[in-house]
Structures are given as structure tokens and as C-alpha cells.
């Protein structure tokens, strides 16, 4: 069976300052794993995924993101937030052999002081 | 390319009122997929499709019927609306059946029944 916990419901950082989100994840299989974005009112955008190749996965917006199997996390991280950074995260797991497994993590709002 | 749309985008229901959601890609997509944002809740999914005349239950398919007789659209219909049922809807495709693929997520729409 397949879960993922989003560590933080709310993150709160200042303008500039470096952005964690945090992220594990349980899968029985081979897990493919996402971060996709969603600005209010809007649909979900891809952030940047794992599928098995480079363990540190680079985004867009200059997010990247860590696949550690041995702590069964995938956090996103950004060194300097910028406004625009405010949205909703949600952290994905699929299993990597087929599109019927995605699990949706519950998301983490991120808030960007001035 | 209009990617994948949603039709209506705001809909207010009375309990017990039907009603279909329409969803439609053109980027010949294989898989299609019906989710349920509620707050704190993150995405859940309700039905999906692998192709053309076939459809499968998610984790939340109770009160929910869906149809794909064109690869291209994914009807989602409530039969018999409750409160239960308020929500913001997304629909979702994927190019194939592999886990690694990235979703492309409709721009949702947003139920009310009262």
C-alpha cells in the first residue's frame, strides 16, 4: 500500500529566505514521486517529479526536491522565496509501473512575508 | 492546444438536483482521471479511465457515475446531489498507463448544493 504524509499543514517564511516543505512517503513498489503547485484558483501545475534517475530533482521556479529511500522522504526546498512562491504544495506518490496508484498528499499552504 | 478544460466552471446545486461535469483534452491522452479537493484534504480520487469505454472506482466513487465514450471527454455525473457533494472537482489525463508521467490537470470546478 502506498501513503504520503506532508509533514506541515502551513509554512510560513519571509521574502528571501530559504523554503522547506516536507514530504515521506510508504509504497510497497518502486515509487514515482511529484511535487505539483496550485495557486489559488487554479488547477495543479507539475513542480518537478522522481522516476528513477538522479536522486536530486530539479524544478521549476528554482525549486528542487531529494529522493532519500533510506528516509523515505522527498522534501522541496528553494533557497530564496520569492512572493510569487505563495500557493498550496502537494506531495505525490505513484506506483511507478502504472497510472491507477496516485496517492495525494493533503498539501502544505505556503505563505511569503514581505 | 487547449490542454484539458472543464465544463461549467461554478456550479450551485439543491439537494437531490442532477447534474454533469464535463471534461475534455486534446492531447490524445489515454488516461483520465475525476478528483475531489476538499479542505485539508488534498486531492482524492473519485473515478478514472485507462481508455475509450472504460472507467474504475477511486477511493471516494459513492454518489458518482462517470462515462467515457470518446477518448477525448470524461463525464462526471451526480445523480442525486447532497451537501456532502460540495466540493472543487479536477479533472486530470495522462498521455499513457506508466506512474512516472506527469498529470495536466483541468482548471477544476466548483460545486455548491445546497
Known amino acids: 500500500a502506498q501513503s504520503v504524509t506532508q509533514l506541515d499543514s502551513h509554512v510560513s517564511v519571509s521574502e528571501g529566505t530559504p523554503v522547506l516543505l516536507r514530504c515521506n512517503y510508504s509504497s510497497s513498489y518502486s515509487p514515482s514521486l511529484f511535487w505539483y503547485v496550485q495557486h489559488p484558483n487554479k488547477g495543479l501545475q507539475l513542480l518537478l517529479k522522481y522516476t528513477s534517475a538522479a536522486t536530486l530533482v530539479k524544478g521549476i521556479n528554482g525549486f528542487e526536491a531529494e529522493f532519500k529511500k533510506s528516509e523515505t522522504s522527498f522534501h522541496l526546498t528553494k533557497p530564496s522565496a520569492h512572493m510569487s512562491d505563495a500557493a498550496e504544495y502537494f506531495c505525490?506518490?505513484?506506483?511507478?509501473?502504472?497510472?491507477?496508484?496516485?496517492?495525494f498528499g493533503s498539501g502544505t499552504r505556503l505563505s511569503i512575508r514581505p | 492546444n487547449a490542454g484539458v478544460t472543464q465544463t461549467p466552471k461554478f456550479r450551485v446545486l439543491k439537494t437531490g438536483q442532477s447534474m454533469t461535469l464535463l471534461c475534455a483534452q486534446d492531447?490524445?491522452?489515454?488516461?483520465m482521471y475525476w478528483y475531489r479537493q476538499d479542505p485539508g484534504m488534498g486531492l482524492r480520487l473519485i473515478h478514472y479511465?485507462?481508455?475509450?469505454?472504460?472507467?474504475a472506482k477511486g477511493e471516494v466513487p459513492d454518489g458518482y457515475n462517470v462515462s467515457r465514450l470518446k477518448k477525448q471527454n470524461f463525464l462526471l455525473g451526480l445523480e442525486s446531489a447532497a451537501p456532502s457533494q460540495t466540493s472543487v472537482y479536477f479533472c486530470a489525463s495522462i498521455a499513457g498507463g506508466w506512474g512516472g508521467e506527469t498529470q495536466y490537470f483541468g482548471p477544476g470546478t466548483r460545486l455548491l448544493v445546497l
Open positions: 479511465s485507462v481508455g475509450e469505454g472504460t472507467t
Open positions: 492531447m490524445n491522452h489515454e488516461y
Open positions: 505525490v506518490v505513484s506506483e511507478r509501473s502504472s497510472a491507477s496508484k496516485i496517492i
